[in-house]
């Protein structure tokens, strides 16, 4: 048992799920993983992933014994001040993935696994300690067939079998042989072994690999807390004083005073420095006046081209790579293409796990729609302090046909939602490229919006983009209106403004490139040249989008009207122009509320 677990049983939160893994723990650390615990995020390190992260304090008794915390720093457990949270974080550099919404550990350790094995080519491999409860969760059997199918023999999963969950048994109890035939199904190797007995572990953990190993540990929760011992009500609770200090001293008298201390095996030094500094489209895009494309397929030529000039550039795709067009990576570039299936929960903690410790450029990609599928994923990225880039295609009314089970009207509101987040939404093909080339250089989450129909090229190719920089592309010395579009409705902005003209009406129009964060800066200097008159229209739903991001930008500024065109209702299939003048965001609609809002300033004066 680990010395310094008895220490943290004073202020621990979640003893009795710290006791039923505390064997493995200390098998995995001091007998099975190859690690420099002086450099936790050494590159060629076993990895290990905790899913189920209410256990934290057990990872961090583990880290103190290994010396790479102080043993007093356990007592700081949840403060306010201290590196050790409730649940795992990577501000605690021994930790690569944030834990504690359960079902998504082993998914990161997929990525961090295929990576290893494919990528870097390493001897490195991964653990991931999964609860009994956490095997409920749909995301966790997402990640069992994906590991199995990529044959990830460097991948072990721990399945903690306590039996009981928060407030209720786990559905399968101790029927260890029911999850052993589970996981037998899903492609792995399964073993069923006592967790609290050393030698069976050590045993198992030992023997060579050649497909995923499921290790089914049946344990007792609060083991070696007697009056907790597989029993109900004790989950997330601390021990009353009077019972921590008599378990306390019970496990110091069980602890054989020894000068020999354990320490893991140093790892093999066989993955490859990476650097991921600069990642550089080598010359500007090609698109010539006149050309059409969609945004969608503008992406898909990007992230090849990207990746023809950066080996560590990866693509992963949910099954529709004909549409978001990362085909095109897959045709150039084949063993760093992942596809992962109509799984798009796992796709992204996938994403997360091939991105850690800075080893690849990460892009996924789907249907703009299908990302709120993985938004707890998502969610947890940020908290991870990821650095992932997610494209989502089709979105909007304007995808037609489709209908709406198909068209991404929630995406924007949905990433910038995210603090870490950085949202493009590039209008053309030489903006799309930019954003591309943009988001494998930003830090954190970044979303690029694309389209479905074939519009014009708006930008000269040497035109320069930054993120939080928006364009000003039409524009006259006497603009009455200020309307801000993006993607397809920047487009039909601009078909508005030709209109116009013939009625001499001008307006200024507006192309935001980053939605997050917003260009205030410039769409209050334009907008003020209109008299504060601003007209936003998007292909999304009212809620959440580029209309409440210029209302959020606006908001102090005096003598200001934001009049906003938005998708109001649940949409229906249809060609794309007939949904976009259905919903009121086509041109004629544009032109429409340009009259208006003259209109209402002539009559307010």
Same mark, same amino acid.
């Given at each position: 048992r680990l010395?310094?677990?008895s220490?943290?049983?004073c202020?621990c939160v979640?003893?009795?799920?710290?006791?039923s893994?505390?064997e493995?723990?200390?098998?995995?650390?001091?007998?099975?993983?190859?690690?420099?615990?002086?450099?936790p995020r050494?590159?060629?390190n076993?990895?290990f992933?905790?899913?189920k992260g209410?256990?934290?304090p057990?990872?961090y008794a583990?880290?103190?014994?290994t010396?790479?915390?102080?043993?007093?720093?356990?007592?700081?457990l949840?403060?306010?001040d201290?590196i050790l949270?409730?649940h795992?974080?990577?501000k605690?550099?021994?930790?690569d993935?944030?834990?504690?919404?359960?079902?998504?550990g082993?998914?990161a350790?997929?990525?961090?696994?295929?990576t290893?094995?494919?990528f870097?080519?390493?001897?490195y491999?991964v653990?991931?300690?999964l609860?009994?409860?956490?095997?409920?969760?749909?995301s966790v059997?997402e990640?069992?067939?994906f590991?199995?199918y990529y044959?990830l023999d460097n991948?072990?999963a721990?399945?903690?079998?306590?039996?009981?969950g928060?407030s209720d048994p786990?559905?399968l109890?101790h029927h260890?042989?029911?999850?052993?035939r589970?996981?037998e199904?899903?492609?792995?190797h399964?073993?069923i072994v006592d967790g609290?007995?050393?030698?069976?572990?050590?045993?198992v953990l030992s023997q060579?690999?050649?497909?995923?190993?499921?290790?089914i540990?049946k344990t007792?929760?609060g083991?070696?807390i007697p009056?907790a011992?597989?029993?109900?009500g004790w989950?997330g609770?601390?021990l009353?004083k009077?019972?921590a200090?008599?378990?306390?001293?019970?496990?110091?008298?069980?602890i054989?005073?020894?000068?020999?201390r354990?320490?893991?095996?140093p790892p093999?030094?066989?993955?490859s420095?990476?650097?991921l500094?600069?990642?550089?489209? /080598?010359s =500007?895009p090609?698109?010539k006046?006149? +050309?059409?494309?969609?945004?969608? %397929? !503008?992406?898909?030529?990007a992230l090849?081209?990207?990746?023809?000039?950066?080996?560590h550039?990866?693509?992963?795709?949910g099954?529709?790579?004909?549409?978001t067009f990362?085909?095109?990576f897959?045709?150039?570039?084949?063993?760093?293409y992942?596809?992962?299936?109509?799984a798009?929960?796992?796709?992204?903690?996938?994403?997360i796990?091939?991105?850690?410790?800075?080893?690849?450029?990460?892009?996924a990609?789907t249907?703009?729609?299908?990302?709120?599928?993985?938004y707890d994923q998502l969610?947890m990225?940020?908290?991870?302090e990821?650095?992932?880039?997610?494209?989502?295609s089709?979105?909007?009314?304007?995808?037609?046909e489709?209908?709406?089970?198909?068209?991404?009207l929630?995406?924007l509101a949905m990433?910038r939602?995210? /603090?870490? =987040?950085?949202?493009f939404?590039?209008? +053309?093909?030489?903006?799309t490229? %930019? !954003?591309?080339?943009l988001s494998?250089?930003?830090k954190?989450?970044?979303?690029?919006?694309?389209?479905?129909?074939e519009?014009?090229?708006?930008?000269?190719c040497?035109e320069d983009?930054h993120?939080?920089?928006?364009k000003?592309?039409?524009?006259?010395n006497?603009?009455?209106?200020?309307?801000i579009?993006a993607?397809?409705t920047?487009?039909?902005a601009?078909?508005?403004a030709?209109?116009?003209?013939?009625e001499?009406i001008n307006?200024?129009?507006i192309?935001?490139?980053?939605?997050?964060p917003?260009d205030?800066?410039?769409?209050?200097d334009?907008a003020r040249a209109t008299r504060?008159?601003?007209?936003?229209?998007?292909d999304?739903?009212?809620?959440g989008g580029?209309?409440?991001a210029v209302c959020?930008?606006?908001?102090n500024?005096?003598?200001f009207?934001?009049?906003?065109?938005?998708?109001s209702?649940?949409p229906?299939?249809?060609?794309?122009h007939?949904?976009l003048?259905?919903f009121g965001?086509?041109?004629?609609?544009?032109?429409?509320?340009?009259?208006?809002v003259?209109?209402?300033s002539?009559n307010a004066?």
């Amino acid at each position: 048992r680990l010395h310094s677990f008895s220490s943290l049983l004073c202020v621990c939160v979640h003893p009795t799920s710290c006791c039923s893994v505390a064997e493995v723990m200390s098998v995995l650390f001091f007998h099975t993983m190859k690690y420099r615990p002086e450099d936790p995020r050494n590159p060629n390190n076993d990895r290990f992933i905790l899913s189920k992260g209410h256990a934290a304090p057990v990872l961090y008794a583990v880290w103190a014994e290994t010396g790479y915390l102080k043993e007093n720093e356990l007592l700081n457990l949840r403060k306010v001040d201290s590196i050790l949270e409730g649940h795992p974080v990577p501000k605690q550099q021994f930790v690569d993935v944030a834990t504690g919404s359960l079902g998504q550990g082993l998914g990161a350790a997929c990525g961090m696994a295929y990576t290893g094995k494919y990528f870097d080519k390493a001897s490195y491999r991964v653990f991931c300690l999964l609860g009994d409860g956490e095997l409920s969760e749909g995301s966790v059997w997402e990640a069992m067939a994906f590991a199995s199918y990529y044959q990830l023999d460097n991948l072990v999963a721990i399945l903690d079998i306590n039996r009981l969950g928060q407030s209720d048994p786990a559905p399968l109890q101790h029927h260890v042989e029911k999850y052993q035939r589970r996981c037998e199904a899903f492609g792995w190797h399964a073993i069923i072994v006592d967790g609290h007995s050393v030698e069976e572990l050590c045993k198992v953990l030992s023997q060579p690999r050649h497909q995923p190993l499921a290790i089914i540990a049946k344990t007792i929760k609060g083991k070696g807390i007697p009056a907790a011992e597989d029993k109900m009500g004790w989950h997330g609770k601390p021990l009353p004083k009077d019972m921590a200090d008599s378990v306390i001293k019970e496990l110091q008298g069980r602890i054989i005073s020894c000068n020999k201390r354990l320490y893991p095996a140093p790892p093999n030094e066989d993955a490859s420095p990476v650097s991921l500094r600069n990642i550089r489209m /080598p010359s =500007a895009p090609s698109y010539k006046s006149g +050309d059409k494309i969609a945004t969608r %397929k !503008a992406y898909g030529m990007a992230l090849a081209k990207l990746g023809r000039y950066n080996d560590h550039v990866v693509a992963l795709d949910g099954d529709t790579k004909n549409s978001t067009f990362s085909e095109l990576f897959k045709n150039e570039h084949p063993n760093r293409y992942v596809e992962c299936y109509i799984a798009e929960q796992n796709m992204v903690s996938v994403a997360i796990g091939c991105a850690v410790r800075d080893r690849n450029v990460v892009f996924a990609s789907t249907f703009a729609t299908f990302f709120s599928r993985a938004y707890d994923q998502l969610r947890m990225a940020a908290i991870s302090e990821s650095n992932i880039n997610l494209c989502g295609s089709h979105c909007g009314v304007s995808i037609g046909e489709d209908g709406p089970s198909q068209m991404g009207l929630e995406d924007l509101a949905m990433f910038r939602a995210i /603090p870490t =987040a950085t949202v493009f939404y590039p209008s +053309d093909g030489v903006s799309t490229e %930019k !954003a591309v080339e943009l988001s494998a250089n930003t830090k954190g989450l970044c979303f690029i919006r694309t389209s479905r129909p074939e519009n014009n090229i708006i930008y000269n190719c040497n035109e320069d983009f930054h993120v939080g920089q928006a364009k000003v592309v039409y524009k006259t010395n006497d603009d009455h209106v200020t309307v801000i579009g993006a993607g397809v409705t920047l487009h039909e902005a601009l078909a508005a403004a030709e209109q116009l003209k013939k009625e001499r009406i001008n307006i200024r129009v507006i192309d935001p490139f980053t939605i997050k964060p917003l260009d205030s800066k410039t769409i209050i200097d334009n907008a003020r040249a209109t008299r504060g008159r601003i007209i936003t229209v998007e292909d999304h739903y009212y809620e959440g989008g580029l209309g409440e991001a210029v209302c959020s930008a606006v908001v102090n500024e005096t003598g200001f009207n934001v009049h906003r065109l938005a998708v109001s209702q649940v949409p229906r299939s249809g060609k794309p122009h007939e949904l976009l003048r259905i919903f009121g965001i086509d041109r004629d609609a544009i032109t429409q509320a340009v009259r208006k809002v003259l209109s209402s300033s002539a009559n307010a004066k």
